[in-house]
């Protein structure tokens, strides 16, 4: 659609406003296309181009929402400090060991207490990574964060924070299909969309306290995952009398 700024005129034309290409020839372009160009060649959607850390389009990573199956690990990330503090949690498909971002927690200005709570109603059985930094990283009562939080209930373990390598292993697995953000999640998505490098090739280090996690998952989180034990269950024959006996 065009657009006026100033003395510049912008056209956006994509494939669909070029007569002579015909449904099949788009579809074996768009087959034939990197998965992070699709939406900037076949839509004309200007992009964040080279400065995009995951130039991979939000539409080929989102999924609607579903029951995740009770036999797949889960874990989460988390990324704390006093302006966000940031949690991210995960679930992988044995079959293939996809990720798949299901949930999140986003919210700051708040004490370790209350974020230790969110964390665990999303279910205290799972087992969690925590930015490494952490273990020294001290808050306005001088305590350690990560003893912090362990101390609040949470099992935790630093998270491995190799950036590059873990920059790598996530893009891999965005440009593989193995990595999917539930629809959802607006923060997560909100920024993937803003991770970019400076003109120095730097990250930017605003509004990534998800990214962080994210990557905090793809490079430990399966070390951690675990499924729920089922709960116990007592029948008659277990006592030889009534299952509700003591129960």
Known sequence: MPAITGSRYLVRAGWDDVPHLDEKTKAELLEATPPHL?????????SLGA????PVALSDVEVKPFA??????????LDVGWNRTAALWGAWDPS???LYLYAEHYRGQEVPAIHAEAIKARGNWIRGVIDP????????DGEQLLATYKGLGL???PADNSVESGLY????????GRLK???VLQNLKTEYAMYRRDEHGKIVKKHDHLMDCMRYLVKSGRDVASVQKPKATFGPSAFGGDSTAGY
Do not use: H, M, V
């Open 169 to 176: 292993d996530t893009w891999q697995l965005l440009t593989t």
């Open 38 to 46: 699709r939406e900037a060649r076949s839509k004309g959607i200007p």
């Open 181 to 183: 953000i539930f629809s």
């Open 133 to 140: 930094a952490s273990r020294g990283r001290q808050q306005a």
């Open 51 to 54: 400065g995009a850390i995951y």
């Open 155 to 157: 099992s935790l373990k």
């Open 68 to 77: 995740i199956p009770e036999y797949w690990p889960r874990a989460y990330a």
């Open 96 to 98: 293939d060991w996809s």
